[in-house]
């Protein structure tokens, strides 16, 4: 995502002076910038959101950045909380959704009840274990076993029939959710909306093809229906700046 960032920047008419940040000095991000920063690795159990706050601030003022760019989703969550101090701190706009909204996007279980309780399409989904056998005797097999909280596709298994339940379950973790299997791989599709000021400035949408959780190929074709969804989710979400809605 940083990569694409840079890219459609260079690509952009828009006068600007690139700084790049990351974590690693292999980061080819780094590389293509006018001046490049590495901060503190903020998934280190030895580092923290401390130090890791603390550099990011000096670097913003140092290079007395405008605007930032968050291309992590790690970073989204923990930004979405600091943002107003990180903004005071060093006059930079930090592009990042509100808590509230990080909050939905990082768990299933809260995306599926805002789109139940938005009257958008869901697929049916359980967190309560204890009520598995009335869930599949509702809806029946497949189904999706994942962790609530977690990407490209770690800890998921699709389960065709009862014996394979237990080891998916296992597979998801602490905090498995089940999920109504819907659609088909061939109706799998990345779609994207930029929202500011509470007005969609654009949806793309994408069907793509999947590899290890991740996009390895996408086209663009005309999906009236599903810009139009897309476009009216990402009202109701109000998201500060982009956002990424992954459906079938």
């Not at 670097?59 to 989703?73: H, I």
């Amino acid at each position: 995502i940083g990569q694409g960032i840079i890219k459609s920047l260079k690509f952009s008419s828009l006068e600007h002076r690139l700084v790049a940040l990351d974590f690693f000095p292999q980061a080819v991000g780094l590389y293509w910038a006018e001046a490049a920063h590495l901060l503190p690795d903020v998934l280190s159990p030895e580092v923290g959101e401390g130090p890791y706050l603390e550099k990011l601030v000096e670097v913003l003022r140092r290079e007395r950045v405008a605007v930032l760019l968050v291309a992590t989703d790690f970073e989204v969550p923990l930004l979405a909380q600091a943002r107003a101090a990180v903004e005071a701190q060093t006059g930079c706009r930090v592009v990042v959704s509100p808590p509230d909204v990080a909050a939905i996007a990082e768990d299933k279980w809260a995306t599926y009840e805002f789109l139940k309780a938005h009257g958008l399409p869901y697929a049916p989904s359980l967190i309560d274990l204890e009520k598995l056998e009335a869930f599949i005797g509702e809806h029946g097999f497949p189904l999706i076993v994942k962790p609530r909280r977690g990407a490209r596709s770690r800890g998921m298994t699709l389960v065709r029939e009862r014996g394979a339940l237990d080891g998916a379950l296992r597979a998801a973790g602490p905090q498995p959710i089940v999920q109504h299997a819907i659609g088909s791989e061939d109706t799998e599709y990345t779609c994207g909306a930029v929202v500011a000021e509470g007005e969609c400035l654009g949806v793309i949408v994408m069907r793509r093809e999947l590899r290890d959780g991740n996009t390895f190929r996408a086209y663009i074709e005309p999906e009236p229906e599903l810009e139009a969804l897309v476009r009216e989710a990402a009202l109701k979400l109000n998201p500060r700046g982009p956002v990424n809605f992954q459906l079938r």
